[in-house]
């Protein structure tokens, strides 16, 4: 991690859960990480204890609602503006309503897609450019997934979620491709956790909180550290060496290729 000390990373979804818990990991590793989430105040919070602590990093809050466009536009003006531009960007956040296939409602599909899918396109692409415009060839991009990108499990409530994160498979698989085709060493990983205890379960079953905490005492549960160790481990690779998956299962990190039927 030492060739990024000093150097700018985006963590989108930053004000609680696993997008915190990266934010801190890379300040802690000296980065000046932008955290941004529509509700800066928890950010504010971990960044005044990032400081106290001594990180030699700095997480600087941001104010954002990624399902704006033009905040999305106006976010990286203002990185430009104060850090010349963006050397990581981490697409973190993400959503999940419970609207089933057969009875959802539109507007909660139209949500999980457009955080899920289109605030991250978005925010790669301008991250992209970022990085081509100041001849930056040693970017990265991560995608923080989910199992549920790649498999579709008997709960009603998270099939249209399963499809936006199945979306963000295909997505980063094309960049990859588009990455490559532009002759770039811009790296693009994937990173797909499975049941991780977080405020997630109890968003997306926020009218009967009981089902989440049984979800959470039904097993062992990831915790937001675990991913952010996984993000580290892939920044920290070599230049030379290209982590394009991984899976995040329960304690156990195993790239893609090595699971071809854990998960079936």
């Known amino acids: 991690m030492d060739r990024w000390k000093g150097r700018v990373a985006l963590v989108t979804g930053a004000s609680i859960g696993i997008g915190a818990a990266i934010c801190k990991a ?43 466009e033009e905040e999305i536009l106006s976010m ?73 990108g790649h498999r579709v499990v008997f709960s009603a409530d998270t099939h249209f979620y399963s499809a936006t994160k199945y979306a963000v498979t295909a997505l980063t698989e094309g960049l990859r491709q588009e990455l490559r085709e532009a002759k770039t060493h811009i790296r693009a990983t994937c990173i797909s956790p499975g049941i991780v205890e977080t405020e997630f379960a109890f968003r997306l079953h926020s009218l009967h909180p009981e089902k989440a905490a049984a979800t959470y005492n039904s097993m ?37 290729c090595s699971l071809p039927s854990m998960f079936e």
């Open 26 to 68: 890379l300040v802690q590793h000296g980065m000046k990480v932008v955290g941004c989430a529509r509700n800066v105040e928890k950010i504010e919070k971990l960044a005044a204890e990032c400081q106290s602590a001594g990180h030699s990093g700095t997480l600087v809050p941001y104010k954002c609602d990624l399902s704006n």
């Open 220 to 256: 062992k549960c990831l915790e937001a550290v675990d991913i952010a160790s996984a993000v580290t481990y892939v920044l920290g690779t070599p230049p030379h060496v290209h982590v394009s998956k991984r899976l995040v299962c329960l304690s156990v990190l195993c790239t893609l």
């Open 76 to 148: 990286f003006s203002a990185i430009k503006t104060l850090h010349q531009g963006v050397d990581v960007c981490i697409n973190n956040a993400g959503l999940a309503h419970s609207e089933s296939l057969l009875n959802g409602k539109t507007d909660g599909w139209r949500t999980m897609i457009d955080l899920n899918v289109i605030a991250l396109s978005i925010c790669t692409r301008e991250a992209y450019q970022s990085m081509k415009e100041r001849k930056v060839d040693d970017g990265h991009i991560i995608n923080i997934n989910s199992m549920s």
